[in-house]
């Protein structure tokens, strides 16, 4: 008899109510206390009926939604900070790294005494011409200024919410700054918290890292895409290069996600071949994770990454072969306990969905004789030639699937030659992330540290090349503008198939253990 998905999947439940409460409650607009009063009730009714199974599930579930529903409203009214209107003058710490832009420096700031809490500021710079100031300024330094500190808005022309995104982000104002208005001084972080100093910290080191690219002569597009892919850095993506890798279907070997940690620790689990090296394939995995989130500026997606990863290595070593559906929502269910407007966030949806998609649709796009019994030798070695070929091609469909929709969405196009973009910028995108690993470890060796670098050059060249060729075919993108609605009925359509073939699994699992 087969099992349901609840059993099978026990945080499951929990999670999509707590995600409901929380849009549920950014619908409606209600207030904190209403939904403390609610929870409060719910809670109460609970105890009160706490012999009673049914009633005291249904109950625990409500608690679940209203939980959600408390936590959205709390961080909606935490987005909006009180603003004088007049100029004020103030010191800050830069956040990161200046970037031109035209006539303009752009970068992120943090006003450190504003309420008795720091104020982070999207900042822009007028360019001095005269002096070049802003040359000498970089991540890390703190700045004493006078400028008004305005509430983000949005450009009327545009249908993107601009000011919105800067609250989910975490940006509650915006401001202009004139060279006459600004000098560089000597402030305290102390008012920035554990959490920013350790950013600003890992920010640092990644500047420092990315200097060392100049250093070993990679320039033009192929250092920028392989400061992206590497440390997360995309200020010196052209906007051809982003449209190339966009029409491409592989824009997201652009953005740091699991994609690149998971190529950086798939080394690792060779470890976990023997029951002694579990332990030692888990902290090799758990150091990597976390070094690499910490040399990339601890950007939220390689956070997000490294936090799926910590856990399905604590779930490996406590159950050997953990569901990782499960370990995927428990990553989810503990980060919106922590940022509950992450569901809002662009880059959390695609990352999640991704994931998910392929844990759902990967063991269905694997053809049977892949997986039949080995009858010889050579069928071995044919089988898993065929099997790698096919399930790197299936990692892509399957991603594409659980994004498709989303992606279609949220920027009205979809890429048509996706798969034989990913064929050929997944393999040099691991291989460049392997070069560059060698080229900081290859220092004390100059010489071979210069061949390494051409290396890094050469493939990241190879790599713009093709993926510019295959932007430039016809119909590189399909046009598509769906409505909520439909996006919601494609992922219900979706969920019915696999729940459909899930239960098809179960039974005939069943079925062949009672046969055996």
């Known amino acids: ?17 707590l995600l409901l409460g929380i849009v549920f409650a950014g619908w409606v607009g209600w207030s904190v206390g209403v939904w403390v ?15 009673h199974p049914k009633a005291s599930n249904f109950l625990i579930l409500t608690a679940l939604f209203q939980l959600g529903a408390w936590l959205s409203a709390q ?7 009180l603003l004088p209107k007049e100029k004020v003058c103030y010191e800050a710490v830069v956040m990161s790294e200046p ?7 752009r970068f992120d700031m943090a006003v450190l005494q504003h309420q008795g809490k720091p104020l982070l500021v999207k900042a822009q710079l007028l360019r001095d011409t005269i002096s070049h100031r802003y040359d000498r300024l970089h991540v890390g330094d703190g700045l004493r200024a006078v400028s008004i500190l305005e509430t983000p808005h949005s450009w009327a022309a545009s249908n993107f919410d601009y000011s919105r995104w800067l609250r989910l982000h975490g940006f509650s104002a915006q401001t202009f700054l004139l060279p006459s208005n600004w000098q560089k001084a000597r402030v305290s972080l102390q008012p920035l918290g554990w959490w920013n100093r350790l950013v600003l910290q890992a920010r640092q080191v990644r500047q420092h890292l990315l200097d060392r690219y100049r250093q070993w002569q990679i320039g033009g597009d192929e250092a920028a895409v392989v400061a992206a892919l590497s440390l997360g850095d995309k200020s010196g993506l052209s906007k051809r290069l982003r449209d190339d890798y966009s029409r491409a279907g592989v824009a997201h070997v652009l953005a740091l996600s699991g994609l690149h940690l998971g190529i950086l620790c798939g080394l690792f689990s060779l470890f976990s071949r023997r029951r002694s090296g579990r332990w030692l394939s888990s902290l090799l995995t758990l150091t990597c994770a976390w070094a690499f989130a910490l040399l990339t500026g601890l950007s939220p997606s390689v956070v997000r990454a490294a936090l799926l990863l910590s856990l399905y290595s604590v779930f490996f070593l406590a159950l050997r072969r953990p569901q990782p559906l499960n370990v995927l929502l ?18 959390f949806q695609l990352s999640v969905l991704s994931v998910l998609s392929i ?14 019994p080995k009858t010889s030798r050579r069928a071995v070695w044919w089988r898993r030639l065929a099997r790698g070929l096919w399930t790197f091609a299936s990692l892509s469909i399957a ?30 995108a691991t291989l460049l992330l392997y070069l560059v690993v060698a080229l900081f470890l290859t220092t004390p ?3 071979v540290q210069t061949v390494v670098a051409q290396m890094v050059v050469s493939v990241a060249k190879v790599m713009n090349e093709v993926l510019r060729w295959v932007s430039s075919l016809p119909c590189a993108t399909i046009e598509l503008h769906p409505t909520i609605l439909q996006t919601v009925l494609c992922y219900a359509l979706l969920l019915t198939i696999w729940a459909m073939g899930w239960r098809l699994q179960q039974r005939f699992q069943s079925s062949k253990n009672e046969v055996t």
């Open 399 to 428: 991603a594409q699937i659980g994004t498709s929709p989303l992606v279609a969405y949220a920027f009205g196009s979809l890429p048509t030659y996706f798969l034989i973009s990913n064929l050929v910028a997944v393999p040099c």
């Open 75 to 81: 961080a909606e009214a935490g987005l909006h900070r």
């Open 37 to 51: 009063a609610s929870l409060s009730a719910t809670l109460i009714v609970l105890f009160l009926c706490r012999r």
């Open 330 to 347: 428990a990553t989810v269910l503990l980060m919106v306990l922590v940022r509950p407007l992450l569901v809002y966030d662009l880059g």
């Open 1 to 17: 008899m087969s099992q349901p998905l609840t059993h099978s999947f026990p945080l499951l439940l929990p999670t999509v109510l």
């Open 359 to 372: 844990h759902l649709f990967l063991p269905i796009l694997v053809p049977p004789f892949l997986v039949a």
């Open 99 to 105: 970037v031109p832009r035209g006539k303009v420096v």
């Open 445 to 447: 060796l100059p010489v």
